[in-house]
């Protein structure tokens, strides 16, 4: 199958790009990001010697014409007005910004006026061990966000058995590729080597995010509280959730029954890391208890499980492939 | 005043030795390990041409001829032998094991049998914002670990508003020299490079170290929830207290007025970080809030402020000197 | 074809296993190590839920059963007399070890006495663009050291024009991983994070590989001055080689000829680096020229085109496939 | 004396006023930025409750005023004109731009024409262990680029024993705050972690400036070849010199010899590294010979003996005070 990308050149472009040049199904036939006029080895001179294609201006209408699904790495706002397009062209897609991730009224709330109505509420999110079956059936599956995707598979399992009116907690570590590859302070060598902060306490939009999901599956209604950190590493996302049970449950029977038949969710019996996941599609997690209070950890490859490998499930389970399909389970880093 | 150093070999007992060097009051006379025979540069060669005082095979009798006061840099269970001996020697003693920080009873439980039952329920907690008195007046100070100072000066201004029966959670993250000098998996480069991960989550022995010391300080029983992780980063220590409080009130104002004369706390209205004191004995302090949830943050170096400095400033206190007599508020850090 | 594996619980056994795992002609029937009893997921959590082969005790006549290849990486010395007995029950040898790669009497001067003087002096150096037919033919190969592997591919192209009698300096600078998975105080990460430094300077074992190398391809003495350094990094190889030039002739063209049918040396314009080649059996090259001053610059993975890819390289060689069959050339690493 | 501090926002500056802060002898009257209106806790929030000194707009006739000497932290061409106008003042000046390093006519083939030739021919470069009775009877001393800092201690002391005509080269390594506090794409956190690189082979402008000096110093020419690399580390810098003697002589005595008395220069018995210096002002240097080929191996921390402290030590020398007052030999760096 014909596949566009868009956004190229960006990390999650990156890990696109390499992730569909060894896939068995998909065939890249189109690259484009913002200005044209180079080739991908260009802009991206680790594929020197690898691959030989052009990068265009992007424009739906040539999309339309070589490619039957497109993946989206641009920045929310920009990309609904291609999603939009290309939907109307009947190119299938999907979407790693956050435009199509939100119910409308909290997208509007959180980010900006909407300027795709008529799609959005037709838009599935992409979170596969929960939406496997909405995403089989769509046109347009909104890639979830890196910390909702590491937050979700870690907290849904338990959000039956977590006291109402308790707050809950998630203390979320991530690598600072995540930051984008746009220069930035927090960015700046000197000012993340050898550091780690918080940043945008209770104010990071992939809060509001979390909550809605949490609602919209498992019909609770939680106050979520979300503190974001960086990381002085390049890649790699950690999210530690601590919530107040109901009672003193089994939680690591909970754990394994939820994901026994899920093979991107590993289980895991120690406290989870980085490096195990890194370069994967992989979700490790792990589950501890005190008494009533519960600690759950889990572990993604930000740009991988977090974004474009995430996305690739997601295309592969649309267009009826096996969702495992040229998915990374290993990676050479030691 | 005339000072010894017991335990010279690790990274806490190489920051005392810069420490005292420098120090206007302090004069190193005795130097010890468990080896002895080597020169101080040869055992830390960062200190070659700096000075020259022969390390000692470590000997109570023969600190008690040429010291006052001991600072004791040794593991648990070791520390209690000397202690015991320098104090019935009339040498005083500051302490940065365990042996002396905890009651008798919670230290048992956690630690092993005590050796000197006699000294432990006169030592006096070293934190200075909250046991100056005590320590002017003590000649057994057991210097507080690092993840409770830490957490204790994030936590102890928020007791008091804090729902009862609610859990409190602490998510804390340290650099590997909180590890120590002896070769580990942990510590192995390859190991922690580019990862990051919890370890012994609600089983680290400072857990009852900050309970205990919350009911003695503000009278209250809490469950603490104590979470530690590891940082790729040598030194440095970020501790996140997420606590559910009885009310929506003026955190920040609280925070302000609990440490408005104490000069080593300073309160930031932004997230903390670990550079800002890095090779300080400042422990920087956030708060935020999201309706009732609260959000602490506090950072210090781990081996200053979590060990050697503020040993030092417990010194000068016992010594009835100014608290911040050659104690570092800048480094040469970046 | 099937093969064996045996050394599998370090770094390049790793690597083994995972480029084994998804190479299209290549089985993996044995995976073995010095202990046995376990399962490779609990050797390697990360290949958790990804491969399920026991882990055998090494033992040759197993293997000779169910594979027609072995690879040992195994020390030097211990990896002799597995060879030795493999060989003699005709299962092909790529030997990762150091002991087959130099000439009997180099190898006794700077190792030790050799134990298997019937196969050494038919074994073949694996460099393969330097080698390959005669990796065709052979049953024995030694894989080069990743030093050499650098080195060599940069150096050989120049040695015709290089001044005779002109010292050849090789300034290298190596990730961690290289010092293997076994605890050191080098590889602790306090002393390596945020460090750099040379080691075993005119001493390295590997300093006699690459100049009898020359000496071999070339027919050209010349003294090679060789400088390791450690970098706080894991994986990754820099080397850069100083010579003087008997004219000032055109390097770059030198460079682009001799490698311009070989799909993994990559010649670049600008100074290579790390990131570029991580995860990839590529050599990036750059080459620049003051005067007769000359300046080779060269990257590997050192781990993959230092140690396990150009292993399967080579395997891939002897037994009639295509060079680059399962060899990877992009990585997720951004 | 009372001293100034134009150019306050980089790195070097922050070095400045921490040094400063802590000087026996010298104080601070004046900081200043190119914008002014600041305090220099919000500059430097490091420097929060440690100082509390506003930040003028640079205001050379302000200077004069209240200082004595003043430290210029600009950039090279900004830092002539600030020059000129203060020494017309009779301001000493201990300048940190590479304006008044060089010859003008090597400085005007290499930066732009130079705007203050009244004064660049008076200056003294600034290098303590060569230049201190030339720096004792100054006003205008140009502090040395920290790339020939490190090299020329490393290399001057065997100018007089390299064979005529061969080529030196200098592999340097720095960390990245060198390339100071605007964000740029090497300085990019993704870029540079688990990365390394060389840049600018052959070209970098410190090539000239070591060049000229081992002639002006020893009165011997040779060709310099100096290729400068990026470390994944903040700060500090490692410089290998690599050349070839006229014969076979004692290099560790003719070390040793150089430098008995200069207390800022240690000679190893080992490679140096990064962590030895880090936070001082020592250079620590390791010399290695393999017959006639020679390696030299100096160390020092970019930002302090590479530009910060060493400003400091000349403005000592200047003042007639001890060359090491407030100068910092240890630092809490593990």
């Given at each position: 199958m014909n596949v566009a990308i868009i956004g190229a050149s960006g990390y999650t472009g990156l890990e696109l790009i390499k992730l569909l040049l060894t896939h068995p199904k998909f065939n890249i036939t189109y690259i484009a990001n913002s200005?044209?006029?180079?080739?991908v080895q260009d802009l991206h001179p680790c594929l020197k010697d690898v691959v030989n294609i052009d990068v265009s201006k992007a424009n739906a209408k040539e999309v339309a014409k070589v490619a039957d699904l497109a993946f989206l790495a641009l920045p929310h706002k920009t990309s609904m007005f291609f999603a939009k397009e290309l939907l109307e062209l009947d190119v299938k897609v999907v979407d790693?910004?956050?435009?199509?991730?939100?119910?409308l009224d909290t997208y509007e709330e959180h980010y900006?006026?909407?300027?795709?109505k008529a799609h959005i509420k037709d838009?599935?999110?992409?979170?596969p061990e929960y939406y496997s079956e909405e995403i089989k059936n769509s046109k347009l599956v909104a890639n979830p966000g890196c910390y909702p995707t590491a937050t979700l598979l870690a907290l849904l399992p338990f959000v039956d058995f977590i006291q109402e009116g308790s707050q809950i907690f998630i203390d979320a570590k991530s690598g600072?590729?995540?930051?984008?590859?746009k220069l930035s302070e927090v960015a700046h060598f000197v000012n993340l080597n050898e550091n780690s902060h918080a940043y945008n306490p209770f104010k990071h939009r992939h809060m509001p995010e979390i909550q809605e999901k949490i609602k919209l599956v498992k019909n609770k209604e939680f106050q979520i509280n979300f503190v974001p950190h960086l990381l002085p590493v390049t890649r790699g996302m950690l999210v530690s959730v601590y919530a107040t049970l109901k009672d003193e449950i089994d939680v690591e029977k909970i754990l394994e029954d939820t994901y026994?038949?899920?093979?991107f969710v590993r289980v895991r019996k120690t406290p989870v890391d980085l490096k195990m996941v890194a370069g994967t599609n992989f979700c490790d997690i792990f589950v501890a208890r005190n008494g009533k209070a519960l600690f759950i950890n889990s572990s993604i490859d930000n740009l991988l499980r977090g974004a474009s490998s995430q996305a690739v499930v997601n295309a592969n389970i649309m267009c009826g492939f096996e969702e495992n399909e040229g998915i990374p389970k290993i990676a050479y880093v030691p």
């Open positions: 200005t044209g006029e180079e080739n790693l910004s956050a435009d199509y991730r939100l119910e900006c006026p909407h300027e795709d838009s599935v999110y992409g979170l600072v590729s995540g930051a984008g590859k026994v038949n899920n093979e």
